[in-house]
């Protein structure tokens, strides 16, 4: 079983950046697959960025790339997201979710992941 407790949401101007964190317990870590989803009002929730808590790359979706940067903090036991240059369209509650040996075909598949945090919201707005 897995528990996942975000935080860090809030209010941002466009252009500006906001650091998500997600606080992970889990019993065991291996072959655990964490990443981060979103909703927005009156769309379906959608992938963001994943990675493989032991390691083994990342994965983003193309809106994503070269603004969101997915981390975690094995000490810490944290995932991050950090997200700059964010854009009006990025308004939404954001998920983090835990999956377990998800291949890199299913890894941004929401159906995938057994766990769920209770999602932060993140507004962009001027």
């Known amino acids: 079983q897995v528990q996942l407790v975000e935080s860090g949401g809030g209010l941002v101007q466009p252009g500006g950046s906001l650091r998500l964190s997600c606080a992970v317990s889990?019993?065991?870590?291996?072959?655990?697959?964490v990443g981060w989803f979103r909703q927005a009002p009156g769309k379906e929730r959608e992938f963001v960025a994943a990675t493989r808590w032991s390691g083994g790359g990342t994965f983003y979706a193309d809106p994503m790339k070269g603004r969101f940067t997915i981390s975690r903090d094995r000490v810490k036991s944290t995932l991050y997201l950090q997200m700059n240059s964010l854009e009006l369209e990025d308004t939404a509650v954001y998920y983090c979710?835990?999956?377990?040996?998800?291949?890199?075909?299913?890894?941004?598949?929401?159906?995938?992941?057994?766990?769920w945090g209770q999602g932060t919201q993140v507004t962009v707005s001027s």
């Open positions: 979710a835990a999956g377990s040996r998800l291949i890199a075909g299913r890894i941004s598949l929401e159906a995938a992941y057994h766990s």
């Open positions: 889990a019993r065991s870590f291996v072959d655990l697959a």
